[in-house]
């Protein structure tokens, strides 16, 4: 193969609109669904979801150049010819894996627009995910030459197109939408996530990406073998990559559970330079002064209520088991254009729920039934530090219609005797100790 025939392929072939059919669909699909969170790794986990329409469009657009042969009726003259069929093949087969490659990568900075204006952090495992999907396109538009020579019909292009949909669709609609088991990671596409959903705080392992592109390439090169095989016996020696590919792949191929880890760069605390010290993941860097306000007002009204009150506040990425002693954690909250989308009330809220402790595994503490009294009891504790009880608090749980009688009765009491409670629950909440929290407030036997 010469650069000029390269050249010629590149410009003559479908491999140019091969690319700008790609850019365009991917930046209409990033358009209508990209949110602007600023995290590279989603928008190349989200370009890897577009894969259900984007592989198709790459294989149909294969498929269509694979029986130019045949369309322009030159079959007879072109395969009397003294070059093997293999190096009269491979400058078109180049030349569509660059244009769909280019594609996908064209694809890829056409989402950055809505990346780049909030993006604090890169991470590394961006690349891969890129270089993944990438490879899978190659796969695509050579197994479309492979079918569309050997089945040259008009239809063959959409045919296969719609065939890929259906069975992408079809798997994960049997192992389900967010299955990340050992066949849905055989896809090219991507649905399924990390177990808590935090996309930004997590990366494919390095043998979920080994798996992967193993499979593609094998794929990809039976492909091209069957585009260039010019006998039965070379169709049938074509399957033996795919094979081997699959028997390399599946063992590689980690569980649900460990196909993805910690990012722990992303999840590395990020603070602000005084104190009382406000922290967030480094991923939501570009959120932390949204949380700045409602933080130290929490701080405030905790220090000025009860002795030993924490001194900083930080959003987690992961519930721990036990809250922290000296620090207010926070559940990851949603980011977008820069900011926490909750608004500053609600957020504030977070940090007081249960004098600014996080749940404890409620259900090792207490019976099913008195689970609404626990959280009645967190409710109460964070509006006596508020000072009022919000109309539609923000929650894990629906505001109890008990929790207005119980702010009430906590009321009641000496304002000494309120602290020592309050303080009390949060001592309770810190160590995750059994026993009513709503008796702590309220009951006859609380600490006084």
Same mark, same amino acid.
């Given at each position: ?281 480094? /991923?939501? +860097?570009? =959120? #932390?002064?949204? @949380? !700045? $306000? ?9 220090? %000025?209520? *009860? ?94 219609? /008990?929790? +207005?009688? =119980? #702010?009430?009765? @906590? !009321? $009641? ?9 309050? %303080?009390? *629950? ?23």
């Amino acid at each position: 193969m010469t650069a000029r025939i390269l050249r010629i392929e590149l410009r003559r072939s479908t491999a140019p609109w091969v690319a700008v059919l790609v850019v365009a669909l991917g930046a209409a699909l990033f358009y209508l669904t990209t949110s602007r969170d600023g995290w590279w790794i989603a928008l190349a986990v989200q370009e890897r979801s577009m894969l259900l329409l984007l592989w198709p469009l790459a294989l149909g657009a294969g498929a269509w150049q694979g029986r130019r042969e045949r369309r322009e009726r030159m079959e007879e003259l072109i395969s009397s010819t003294p070059l093997p069929q293999w190096r009269r093949v491979l400058p078109t087969a180049v030349a569509m894996a660059i244009g769909a490659v280019a594609g996908y990568l064209g694809t890829f900075s056409a989402g950055t627009g809505r990346t780049l204006p909030y993006a604090t952090y890169f991470s590394t495992g961006t690349v891969p995910v890129v270089a993944v999907g990438a490879v899978s396109m190659i796969t695509a538009v050579w197994l479309g030459l492979a079918v569309g020579s050997r089945y040259p019909s008009t239809l063959t292009p959409t045919l296969l197109g719609v065939a890929a949909v259906a069975v992408q669709v079809g798997i994960r609609g049997v192992a389900g939408a967010g299955d990340t088991s050992r066949v849905g990671l055989l896809l090219p596409t991507m649905f399924g996530g990390p177990a808590d959903s935090s996309m930004e705080f997590a990366v494919l392992t390095a043998r979920t990406n080994l798996s992967q592109v193993v499979w593609l390439a094998a794929v990809a090169a039976t492909g091209f073998l069957l585009f260039a095989a010019a006998s039965r016996r070379g169709r049938l020696a074509a399957i033996l990559p795919a094979v081997i590919g699959a028997a390399a792949a599946l063992p590689l191929q980690p569980g649900s559970e460990d196909a993805y880890e910690p990012d722990r760069d992303a999840i590395a605390r990020v603070c602000t330079p005084d104190t009382p010290l406000v922290c967030v993941p480094r /991923a939501h +860097e570009n =959120a #932390l002064n949204s @949380l !700045r $306000g409602p933080a130290r007002q929490a701080l405030a009204l905790l220090s %000025a209520t *009860l002795p030993n009150a924490p001194t900083s506040v930080a959003e987690e990425y992961r519930q721990p088991h036990r809250s922290e002693r000296q620090t207010v954690l926070v559940q990851p909250l949603r980011v977008s254009a820069g900011e926490f989308t909750d608004p500053p009330e609600d957020i504030l809220w977070y940090l007081l729920d249960g004098a600014g402790t996080r749940l404890c595994d409620a259900l090792d503490l207490v019976a099913e039934e008195q689970l609404d009294r626990y959280l009645t009891a967190r409710q109460v504790a964070a509006a006596w530090l508020l000072g009022h009880l919000p109309a539609n608090p923000p929650g894990p749980a629906p505001l109890s219609p /008990a929790t +207005e009688p =119980a #702010l009430r009765t @906590l !009321r $009641g009491l000496p304002a000494g005797e309120q602290r020592a409670r309050v %303080a009390a *629950l949060r001592e309770a909440e810190l160590t995750c100790r059994p026993g009513d929290r709503l008796e702590i407030l309220t009951g006859p036997n609380g600490p006084r």
